[in-house]
């Protein structure tokens, strides 16, 4: 099993930022790939980013490109989610989510593990 707990949402103004974390535990760190999903209600859950086990590789929507950016430290068993320039579409719960050195899959059935979740709300 892996827990997950995010941390670092909250409310901010239209082109802030914010920093999104996920402490992971309960397996090596440095075996599970990483990604961040969102969702609002009524809609599906969305793919945000994601980061392979291995930290060599990336996977962003393009919605978020040049505006977040997924980082992990294997030291700390955190994965970041740096969002920047923020939007009030990008208003949704973010979670995080892990899987056993998978693929940086974009569906959420590519990932056994879920947090749960963190708060991001942007105004206008």
């Known amino acids: 099993q892996v827990q997950l707990v995010e941390s670092g949402g909250g409310l901010v103004q239209a082109r802030g930022s914010l920093s999104l974390s996920c402490a992971a535990s309960g397996r090596p760190f440095g075996f599970l790939t990483m990604a961040w999903f969102r969702q609002v209600p009524g809609k599906e859950r969305e793919f945000v980013a994601a980061?392979?086990?291995?930290?060599?590789?990336?996977s962003y929507r393009d919605s978020v490109k040049g505006r977040f950016t997924i980082s992990r430290d294997n030291a700390k068993n955190t994965v970041y989610l740096q969002v920047n320039s923020l939007k009030p579409e990008d208003t949704a719960v973010y979670y995080c989510a892990a899987r056993l050195m998978g693929d940086m899959g974009r569906n959420s059935y590519d990932y056994a593990y879920w947090g749960q979740g963190t708060q991001v709300t942007v105004s206008s």
């Open positions: 980061i392979i086990w291995s930290g060599t590789n990336t």
